[in-house]
C-alpha cells in the first residue's frame, strides 16, 4: 500500500480498534495516544516521499507541511485529551465515541491534505466535519445539540456548494482530458485549465470559494464556527482551528491554481482578497466584545485564516510564502492556546474571561504559557506569525499599496484586543479555583495539558526563526507550486 495511503488508513484502523474496545482503566486514552504517534510517525517518513500524484492522491511541497503540523497537533491533542478526559463526565459509550470520532476526522483529515482527486477531496472534508459535528455534540446538552445542529447544517450547505463547484470543473475538463478520473484530478486540471471554458471555471471558483469558504470559517458563513468552539470537548477546539480550516483552504487554492492558469477567466486573487479582508475586519472588532474565553479565540482563528486568504490572495511568491507559514503558525499557536484556555477551564470551573483571571500568578506554567501564546497570536517576537504577517505586509506594500490601510487597522484592533485579553486572563490578581471534578486525574496532573503548551510554543518559535534549511526550501517550493 502507498504510504499516503497508510496515513490514512492507520487511523481509520485505529478508529475501529477504539470503538471496539472497552474503556477498562482508562486503556482507550493511551491506544488514541499510541495512534497518534503511529500517525506522527508516518507523516515524518511522508519528508523522503518522492513527490508527485500516485493515483488519487500526491505528495508536494505545498500539503506535505500541512500534513507534518496536522499529525504533530493530533498527537498533542491525544495527549491533552487524556488528562481533560474524566472531567468531561463521559459515559462508556461516549468515550468509545470520541476516540473512534477523533481517529476518524484525523484519517479523513490527511486524505484531504493528500487527494489529488477534487472528488476524494470532498468525501475526505465530508467525512471529517461529520466526524467534528459528532464530537461537538457529544456531550448532548441543548447548548452542545444546537452548535452541532448549526455545524451541519451551514457546513452541509457549505459542502453542497463545493460539490456544485467540483462538478462544474469537471465539465470545464471534459472536452479536453474526457471522461474518468483525469477530469477531476488537480495535476491533469491544471495542465489544460488553458483550454478549458473559462466562464464554467469561472462559475466552480465561485461556488468552491463559497462552500469551501464556510469550511474554513471565512466571513459570512462562519457562524458555526464560534459555537463549535464553545460547546465541544475542549479538544475539539484544536482541531477544528488548527486542522479543518486548513484542509478547506487547501482546497480553496487547489481550485484557484486551476482557474488562474486560464487567462479568461476571472482572476481568483480578488475573491480571495475580499473575504479575506472582511473576515479580518469582522473579527478583529469582534474580538472586543467576547466575554467567553474560548468563543473569543475562535473569532482569533477567523482572523487569521482571513489574513491567510488575503496573502494567498495577494499572490506572489513573498505573499504566498506568509500565507503557507501563517498556516503553519496559526496551527501551532492555537491548539497551545486552547490547550492552555482548556486546562485553566477546568481548574477554575469556567471558561468565562471573568473567571480565569490572574492565571500567571496562581498557575505560572500554565499562565505564561497562555500569556505567551496570545502575544504569538496578536503577532508578537518570537514567534512564526511575528514572521508571517511581516511578509504579508510587505507583499501588500509592493503589489498592492491600497491594502495597507484596511490590513493594518485589522492587524493593529486584533493585536489590541488579543493584548486586553492577555491582561485578563493571566495578569493581575487571581481568581478563585473551583476544580471540576475528574480534572487532571491522570499522575503527572497538569503536566499532561501544559507539555503540549510548551512544545507547540517552541515549534512555533523555531518555525520563525531557526527552521531547517531543508524545511525553509520546502516551504518555498509550495509557494511556487501557487504562483
Same mark, same amino acid.
Not at 505528495?59 to 485529551?81: H, K, R, W
Not at 466526524?131 to 447548548?143: D, F, K, Q, R
Not at 456544485?164 to 495542465?191: E, H, K, M
Given at each position: 500500500?502507498?504510504? %499516503?495511503? /497508510?496515513?490514512?488508513?492507520?487511523?481509520?484502523?485505529?478508529? &475501529?480498534?477504539?470503538?471496539?474496545? +472497552?474503556?477498562?482503566?482508562?486503556?482507550?486514552?493511551?491506544?488514541?495516544?499510541?495512534?497518534? =504517534?503511529?500517525?506522527?510517525?508516518?507523516?515524518?517518513?511522508?519528508?523522503?516521499? +518522492?513527490?508527485?500524484?500516485?493515483? $488519487?492522491?500526491?505528495?508536494?511541497? #505545498? *500539503?506535505?507541511?500541512?500534513?507534518?503540523?496536522?499529525?504533530?497537533?493530533?498527537?498533542?491533542?491525544?495527549?491533552?485529551?487524556?488528562?481533560?478526559?474524566?472531567?468531561?463526565?463521559?459515559?462508556?459509550?461516549?468515550?468509545?465515541?470520541?476516540?473512534?470520532?477523533?481517529?476518524?476526522?484525523?484519517?479523513?483529515?490527511?486524505?484531504?491534505?493528500?487527494?489529488?482527486?477534487?472528488?476524494?477531496? $470532498?468525501?475526505?472534508?465530508?467525512?471529517?466535519?461529520?466526524?467534528?459535528?459528532?464530537?461537538?455534540? /457529544?456531550?448532548?446538552?441543548?447548548?452542545?445539540?444546537?452548535?452541532?445542529?448549526?455545524?451541519?447544517?451551514?457546513?452541509?450547505?457549505?459542502?453542497?456548494?463545493?460539490?456544485?463547484?467540483?462538478?462544474?470543473?469537471?465539465?470545464?475538463?471534459?472536452?479536453?482530458?474526457?471522461?474518468?478520473?483525469?477530469?477531476?484530478?488537480? =495535476?491533469?486540471?491544471?495542465?489544460?485549465?488553458?483550454?478549458?471554458?473559462?466562464?464554467?471555471?469561472?462559475?466552480?471558483?465561485?461556488?468552491?470559494?463559497?462552500?469551501?469558504?464556510?469550511?474554513?470559517?471565512?466571513?459570512?458563513?462562519?457562524?458555526?464556527? %464560534? @459555537?463549535?468552539?464553545?460547546?465541544?470537548?475542549?479538544?475539539?477546539?484544536?482541531?477544528?482551528?488548527?486542522?479543518?480550516? *486548513?484542509? =478547506?483552504?487547501?482546497?480553496?487554492?487547489?481550485?484557484?491554481? /486551476?482557474?488562474?492558469? *486560464? !487567462?479568461?477567466?476571472? +482572476? !481568483?486573487?480578488?475573491?480571495? /482578497?475580499?473575504?479575506?479582508?472582511?473576515?479580518? #475586519?469582522?473579527?478583529?472588532?469582534?474580538?472586543?466584545?467576547?466575554? @467567553?474565553?474560548?468563543?473569543?479565540?475562535?473569532?482569533?482563528?477567523?482572523?487569521?485564516?482571513?489574513?491567510?486568504?488575503?496573502?494567498?490572495?495577494?499572490?506572489?511568491?513573498?505573499?504566498?510564502?506568509?500565507?503557507?507559514?501563517?498556516?503553519?503558525?496559526?496551527?501551532?499557536?492555537?491548539?497551545?492556546?486552547?490547550?492552555? &484556555?482548556?486546562?485553566?477551564?477546568?481548574?477554575?470551573?469556567?471558561?468565562?474571561?471573568? @473567571?480565569?483571571?490572574?492565571?500567571?500568578?496562581?498557575?505560572?506554567?500554565?499562565?505564561?504559557?497562555?500569556?505567551?501564546?496570545?502575544?504569538?497570536?496578536?503577532?508578537?517576537?518570537?514567534?512564526?506569525?511575528?514572521?508571517?504577517?511581516?511578509?504579508?505586509?510587505?507583499?501588500?506594500?509592493?503589489?498592492?499599496? $491600497?491594502?495597507?490601510? %484596511?490590513?493594518?487597522?485589522? #492587524?493593529?484592533?486584533?493585536?489590541?484586543?488579543?493584548?486586553?485579553?492577555?491582561?485578563?486572563?493571566?495578569?493581575?490578581?487571581?481568581?478563585?479555583? *473551583?476544580?471540576? +471534578?475528574?480534572?487532571?486525574?491522570?499522575?503527572?496532573?497538569?503536566?499532561?495539558?501544559?507539555? !503540549?503548551?510548551?512544545?507547540?510554543?517552541?515549534?512555533?518559535?523555531?518555525?520563525?526563526?531557526?527552521? %531547517?534549511?531543508?524545511?525553509?526550501?520546502?516551504?518555498?517550493?509550495? =509557494?511556487?507550486?501557487?504562483?
Amino acid at each position: 500500500m502507498p504510504l %499516503p495511503w /497508510i496515513l490514512v488508513f492507520f487511523p481509520w484502523a485505529g478508529a &475501529v480498534v477504539l470503538a471496539l474496545l +472497552p474503556p477498562r482503566f482508562g486503556v482507550g486514552r493511551f491506544v488514541n495516544i499510541g495512534v497518534g =504517534a503511529g500517525s506522527l510517525g508516518i507523516a515524518l517518513a511522508l519528508l523522503g516521499h +518522492p513527490h508527485g500524484e500516485q493515483g $488519487w492522491t500526491r505528495v508536494d511541497a #505545498l *500539503n506535505l507541511p500541512l500534513v507534518v503540523v496536522a499529525a504533530l497537533v493530533g498527537l498533542t491533542t491525544a495527549v491533552f485529551s487524556a488528562a481533560t478526559l474524566d472531567a468531561e463526565r463521559f459515559d462508556h459509550l461516549r468515550v468509545r465515541a470520541y476516540h473512534a470520532a477523533f481517529q476518524l476526522f484525523m484519517g479523513a483529515q490527511f486524505l484531504a491534505l493528500l487527494s489529488d482527486n477534487l472528488g476524494v477531496m $470532498w468525501v475526505a472534508i465530508e467525512i471529517a466535519t461529520l466526524a467534528s459535528v459528532l464530537i461537538v455534540g /457529544i456531550h448532548g446538552t441543548p447548548a452542545a445539540v444546537e452548535a452541532a445542529w448549526k455545524f451541519f447544517v451551514l457546513c452541509g450547505v457549505g459542502i453542497a456548494l463545493a460539490l456544485f463547484g467540483t462538478i462544474l470543473l469537471y465539465l470545464a475538463a471534459q472536452p479536453v482530458v474526457g471522461s474518468g478520473d483525469p477530469g477531476l484530478s488537480w =495535476a491533469a486540471l491544471r495542465a489544460v485549465a488553458a483550454r478549458c471554458d473559462p466562464g464554467l471555471l469561472s462559475l466552480a471558483f465561485v461556488f468552491l470559494l463559497v462552500g469551501y469558504g464556510t469550511k474554513a470559517g471565512l466571513v459570512p458563513l462562519h457562524s458555526w464556527l %464560534p @459555537d463549535a468552539e464553545a460547546e465541544g470537548p475542549l479538544p475539539i477546539c484544536a482541531v477544528l482551528s488548527g486542522l479543518l480550516l *486548513n484542509a =478547506a483552504l487547501l482546497a480553496i487554492l487547489r481550485g484557484a491554481t /486551476i482557474v488562474g492558469a *486560464n !487567462p479568461a477567466a476571472l +482572476p !481568483p486573487g480578488p475573491f480571495l /482578497i475580499g473575504f479575506g479582508l472582511l473576515s479580518l #475586519l469582522l473579527a478583529a472588532a469582534s474580538l472586543w466584545r467576547r466575554r @467567553d474565553a474560548r468563543r473569543l479565540f475562535a473569532w482569533s482563528s477567523i482572523e487569521h485564516v482571513g489574513l491567510a486568504t488575503l496573502a494567498f490572495g495577494i499572490g506572489g511568491a513573498v505573499a504566498n510564502l506568509a500565507g503557507i507559514l501563517h498556516l503553519l503558525g496559526h496551527s501551532l499557536v492555537k491548539s497551545a492556546v486552547f490547550f492552555a &484556555v482548556g486546562a485553566a477551564a477546568q481548574i477554575k470551573g469556567s471558561q468565562k474571561v471573568a @473567571d480565569i483571571g490572574g492565571l500567571a500568578a496562581s498557575h505560572p506554567v500554565l499562565g505564561w504559557g497562555l500569556a505567551l501564546g496570545i502575544a504569538g497570536l496578536a503577532g508578537m517576537p518570537p514567534f512564526a506569525l511575528f514572521v508571517s504577517e511581516l511578509q504579508l505586509v510587505a507583499a501588500a506594500a509592493a503589489l498592492s499599496p $491600497w491594502l495597507i490601510v %484596511p490590513l493594518g487597522l485589522g #492587524l493593529v484592533v486584533a493585536a489590541a484586543a488579543l493584548i486586553r485579553a492577555l491582561q485578563l486572563l493571566c495578569l493581575g490578581a487571581p481568581t478563585r479555583d *473551583n476544580p471540576v +471534578p475528574g480534572a487532571f486525574a491522570l499522575p503527572g496532573g497538569l503536566l499532561w495539558a501544559t507539555g !503540549p503548551v510548551w512544545l507547540h510554543l517552541a515549534l512555533a518559535a523555531l518555525l520563525a526563526f531557526a527552521a %531547517p534549511a531543508a524545511f525553509v526550501a520546502l516551504l518555498r517550493e509550495g =509557494a511556487r507550486i501557487l504562483a
